[in-house]
DNA sequence: AAGCGCACCAACCGCCTCTCG
DNA sequence: TCGAGAGGCGGTTGGTGCGCT
């Protein structure tokens, strides 16, 4: 037996939705607020499918939506985001006010991903396009142990500076406006000789299991010290909170009224990114 | 002017996760 | 603990507009 239909489908419309089908959603709302979905389109007089109405209110009908051409700024946040998340757009969108998250999928599909070829990077591992030829050097930066990334993010006005930590006494640290550029991995395990770490030029892969979760101090981390301490995971939308705070990734709310930046964005309040996981 | 191809984006679809009884 | 319902997400599709020939 298989699922059970969202919506009479024999009854309801399809395709593009009309001005009296946008206001009569418009108003409904306005009267008795989000939810609902199923129940709304008959409680509205609308022959919709309950999905087909809550994606018309988020994507095109809420009154804070902003309109009109991406920024240079929001690029490069879109960007750092999807290095870090992959195509977790709902989340990319949460850090973007006014912007929706089928927005932001489709200016990504038709631009970013163009935009990032054009600079020879892979749009999807936010690699340099002639890494694929290397397969080796992705092993470099490979632990050979199953280990959790830790990622901790810096506040900075300029660039987001990326700390990736490891278990098994093994750290990377990577510091570039894409995620991507240097990465020195400094292993207490097996360090050259000069102590120096292994510098390469690649980013570090991410697409393994990924958390997101407050720092954790080595003492062999004393330089890192200072800035860690200033270091957040901090996301605060307040038009975005709910969302975010009931996605499936794990992110809890938190109260604290502290506030923080997030990849070197001004933001006015905090999200606690404990764990964020990726599988 | 007509035809064609391409880019853009709104909307749909199916699956997954969460919530609640 | 389990199952059903509802909400949410990401991938994909299809309509439309625009530029080029």
């Known amino acids: 037996m298989g699922r059970s239909p969202c919506c009479e489908k024999a009854h309801t419309n399809k395709g593009a939705w009309t001005k009296e089908e946008d206001d009569r959603l418009i108003s409904y709302i306005r009267a008795h607020g989000e939810g609902s979905w199923r129940s709304l389109p008959k409680a509205a007089g609308l022959l919709r499918c309950g999905k087909s109405c809550r994606l018309r209110w988020i994507n095109y009908l809420r009154p804070d939506l902003k309109r009109g ?8 946040v879109i960007i750092k985001l999807h290095s870090l998340l992959g195509n977790k757009w709902s989340l990319i969108a949460g ?3 006014g912007r929706t998250d089928n927005e932001i999928k489709n200016y990504w599909n038709t631009h970013i991903r163009r935009k990032l070829m054009s600079r020879g990077i892979d749009p999807a591992t936010h690699r340099p396009l002639n890494d694929a030829d290397n397969p080796a050097q992705d092993q470099e930066i490979q632990p ?7 990622i901790s993010f810096a506040s900075s006005a300029s660039a987001a500076a ?3 930590k490891q278990e098994q006494d093994t750290s990377i640290t990577s510091k570039s406006s894409m995620f991507c550029g ?3 991995i400094n292993n207490n395990n097996n360090n050259n000789e000069d102590g120096k770490g292994t510098m390469l030029e690649h980013c570090p892969d991410l697409n393994l299991e990924l958390t997101i979760s407050p720092p954790r101090l080595n003492e062999s981390d004393e330089p890192l010290k200072n ?3 200033s270091l957040c995971f901090g996301l605060k939308n307040s038009s975005v909170d709910g969302n975010i705070g009931n996605t499936s990734s794990g992110i809890r709310n938190n109260s604290t009224g502290a506030s923080y930046d997030f990849l070197g964005l001004k933001t006015t309040g905090v999200w ?3 764990r964020l996981e990726m599988k």
């Open 69 to 76: 051409n991406f920024t240079e700024e929001e690029d490069e």
């Open 95 to 97: 850090r973007l006010p």
């Open 144 to 150: 050979s142990v199953a280990v959790t990334n830790t």
């Open 162 to 164: 990326v700390v990736v």
């Open 182 to 184: 240097v990465v020195k």
């Open 227 to 229: 800035m860690e301490r």
């Open 272 to 274: 606690d990114y404990r």
